[in-house]
């Protein structure tokens, strides 16, 4: 079972529409991070959260770590298909160890 | 500053074969971790290290070694490949400090690996 589950696995959109990513953790996270990659290309960072309740942008991307600590939001508004990729959820379960998990990717289509 | 640099960018190896992948990073960062990516899914931590002398499983670590003898360098040794391991792999970095809220992980651009 995943450590970390992504949710929804794919999703496409209408430009200018707003959506949301979800990542559950089965443990408490420490650390969260979010990243895109572009289809054959490396990972570019977004953001890290690690207090509960904190809420980061970035252009129009925002994400909150929610108060409990085991799940993180992605939001997107007014899409455009530069956002089109894939966004990655990654967890530091064990505060400071260093090991970093990441879910399965959620794939994003933005249709013009 | 290069950042994370990994070659070889592409291997076709034959089942059996073994070869390693070579991953420098020049920004001093403490943390350097192996991942593998399968089409359509998630990254799988391979390996991690601390710095250099330590290093520790990960996810998936079956099938490969590592080792850190310098802070600089983090290499990943497949000793009999099989087409399982057929993947792209992506070697990472990073300076994690809690303390100032920082820890990006920060990527080579990944090697892609063909086992036939």
């Known amino acids: 079972s995943q450590e970390l589950e992504q949710s929804p696995q794919s999703l496409i959109v209408q430009e200018g529409k707003n959506l949301t990513i979800n990542c559950t953790s089965s443990k408490t996270l420490y650390g969260l991070y979010w990243y895109k990659q572009k289809y054959g290309e490396g990972l570019i960072f977004l953001m890290m959260?690690?207090?509960?309740?904190e809420e980061k942008s970035h252009e129009k991307i925002t994400a909150k770590l929610d108060e409990k600590k085991q799940q993180s939001s992605l939001h997107i508004t007014a899409s455009q298909p530069s956002h089109a990729g894939i966004y990655l959820c990654?967890?530091?379960?064990?505060?400071?160890?260093?090991?970093?998990?990441f879910g399965q990717g959620t794939t994003l289509q933005v249709k013009p | 500053n290069a950042g994370v640099t990994q070659t070889p960018k592409f291997r076709i190896l034959k089942i059996g074969q073994s070869m390693t992948l070579q991953c420098a990073q020049d920004m001093n960062h403490n943390y350097m971790y192996w991942y593998r990516q399968d089409p359509g899914m998630g990254l799988k931590l391979i390996y991690y290290s601390v710095g250099a002398g330590i290093t520790d499983k990960g996810e998936v670590p079956n099938g490969y070694n590592v080792s850190r003898s310098t802070t600089e360098d983090f290499p990943l040794r497949l000793e009999l490949a099989a087409p399982s391991q057929t993947s792209v792999y992506f070697c990472a970095s990073s300076h994690l400090n809690t303390e100032m809220n920082t820890g990006e992980l920060f990527f080579g651009e990944g090697s892609r690996l063909t086992v036939l």
């Open positions: 990654g967890a530091d379960h064990s505060g400071n160890t260093g090991k970093l998990i």
């Open positions: 959260l690690q207090k509960g309740g």
